[in-house]
T-cell receptor, first 116, second 108 residues
Framework: GAVVSQHPSWVICKSGTSVKIECRSL??????MFWYRQFPKQSLMLMAT?????????EQGVEKDKFLINHASLTLSTLTVTSAHPEDSSFYIC????????????FGQGTRLTVV | EDQVTQSPEALRLQEGESSSLNCSYT??????LFWYRQDPGKGPEFLFT???AGEEKEKERLKATLTKKESFLHITAPKPEDSATYLC?????????FGSGTRLQVQP
């Protein structure tokens, strides 16, 4: 299967600082990438859809000014958590689909964010 | 409202004890029903996508089936390494929409 790399795997930051998470498709081009958030023992919740060269589409209830998404190339999308607070602590996961098909999406390994 | 519901929430099996996980859906315009496996602290790993009622797919000890209202993930003679959370969902939207998952624990 295709490889999606997410970095960092875990990060600890202080309240009020910003954290950037990278999602790269290593062996295919992804015009669309997706960002999810997962709380302990819960399923993945879609935060936003990241489209290369255009603005991201955010799900209802997700603050676009807090979770900045940039998809500057066909292989890279970034999620920046701005002015992080302890309630932002979570597991963030990205995924990418090849071409126009979303029936086999490939996921990154996730990023564990802890805000102290 | 489109919904995907998984049951049971948690399942504990003895090694070799076969069972099934259920995924019920009420999704208009379902494009595909998928199954993923997720290990703790990791991203989901793709297992199957099913497109039409009656379709079946197999991978090692796993077999996924689909009807018009639900999908089953059958686990035959499971091993401890099959312990994980199994997620199902639909591809009716551009992004994948997940159910709440079934946490499977297989004891030796």
């Amino acid at each position: 299967g295709a490889v999606v790399s997410q970095h960092p795997s875990w990060v600890i930051c202080k309240s009020g600082t910003s954290v950037k998470i990278e999602c790269r498709s290593l062996d295919f081009q992804a015009t669309t990438m997706f960002w999810y958030r997962q709380f302990p023992k819960q399923s993945l919740m879609l935060m936003a859809t990241s489209n290369e060269g255009s603005k991201a589409t955010y799900e209802q209830g997700v603050e676009k000014d807090k979770f900045l998404i940039n998809h500057a190339s066909l292989t890279l999308s970034t999620l920046t958590v701005t002015s992080a607070h302890p309630e932002d602590s979570s597991f963030y996961i990205c995924s990418a689909a090849r071409g126009d098909s979303n029936t086999e999406a490939f996921f990154g390994q996730g990023t564990r964010l802890t805000v102290v | 409202e489109d919904q995907v519901t998984q049951s049971p929430e948690a399942l504990r099996l003895q090694e070799g004890e076969s069972s099934s996980l259920n995924c019920s859906y009420t999704v208009s315009g379902l494009r595909g029903l998928f199954w993923y496996r997720q290990d703790p602290g990791k991203g989901p790993e793709f297992l199957f996508t099913l497109y039409s009622a009656g379709e079946e797919k197999e991978k090692e000890r796993l077999k996924a089936t689909l009807t018009k209202k639900e999908s089953f993930l059958h686990i035959t003679a499971p091993k401890p390494e099959d312990s994980a959370t199994y997620l199902c969902g639909d591809t009716g939207r551009r992004a994948l929409t997940f159910g709440s998952g079934t946490r499977l624990q297989v004891q030796p």
